[in-house]
């Protein structure tokens, strides 16, 4: 495995951060956070300008036809200036799924307008399938049941919504519009409100069946939550190493009984545990988008990854708040927004708890595999502690 980034993701990966450094100011954050908007809407035709929506949108249909490596790159710039854009929900729960498994007719439809900025698309894969049913109707289906933590919904042209059927599961494009549809919003603290889903007799055309077969939906749900636990990873990356270089330059420049604090060996010894955390995040994440950008499976890979995104968030953003002092939590300083953004990455699709009950279910059930921990990825840092390493 080669984790040194191609010539034209750190391109990309610059030109992101470009528009970003511009845009996302203390000051546009506060603006927006006093208007109660969840979504930068001039940030998001700024992204559309520039075609980083068409990241992973094939060429024919405006797009640059990159996959879910470049979008991880883009999330890492996403979670370092604490974008508020839903470039998780749009471009790799609902653009992706679109572009691998979608018929002709449903990628013409929507690939165009999302990479234009033109269309907002969502998914609901938080709540497992069997939570909606579909059964056939006439020419068409009938979904009922409820989904929870759907983001962006409520400016959203369509939700890939997994269900279950007689054939196993289906993924169906909802208009959130539709007779039966309700959707009810729950404000948050950071990344926008996230809303319930309800569906009562809702009917959907068979042409809004992802791929047009009801029979490979649970292949395709399997790829993208392994696609989103990646993706929540790398953003987790994103907002932990910016929270420590904010953190390292407090250290440099507070000065306390005659010496800057970040002398001291007690924190000195704080922030090298960090940064052991951030470099394991970042090779398990890495490791997890590159297996499945290499159609190689991934489902263990990805709950590492996401393991290491929870718990070595969670010590970092404990740290950077613990360090800066009562500074910490001045809401006029940035580094509160890292906690929150972390806090609510290390939740999103289940928190490591769970999931390292899941691994070792797996494990269990199918026989250990060898998982390269960071201490043992090309690259990694030889002083990783060897028990999280195995995690």
Known sequence: ???DLSEEQRSLGELARGIFEREVTKERLRELEAS???VDDRLWAKLAEANLLGLAVPEAHGGMGFGLLELCVLLQEVGRALAPV????ALVLAGLPLARFG?????????APLAAGEAMLSAAIADPAGSVRARREGSGWVLDGAKRLVSAAGRTRRILVPASTADGAGIFLLDPGAAGVSL???RTRVRGPLFALRLAGVRVAEADLLGGDAAGGERALRWIRDCALAAVASTQVGVSERALEITAGHLRERVQFGAPIGSFPAVQQRAADC???LAAMRWTAWRAA???AEGLPAGRETLVAKVWAAEGGSRIANAAQHLHGGLGVDVDYPIHRYFLWSKSLELELGGAAPLL???GRDMAASGPAEIAGPASIPGAPAGARSGEARA
């Open 1 to 3: 495995m080669d984790f």
């Open 275 to 277: 940064w052991i955390d």
């Open 86 to 89: 839903p470039v998780l929900p």
């Open 184 to 186: 009810e919003g729950s």
């Open 290 to 292: 590159w297996r499945i």
């Open 36 to 38: 109660g908007e969840c």
């Open 357 to 359: 009950a899941e691994l």
């Open 103 to 111: 018929t002709d007719a449903q990628r013409r439809a929507w690939l």
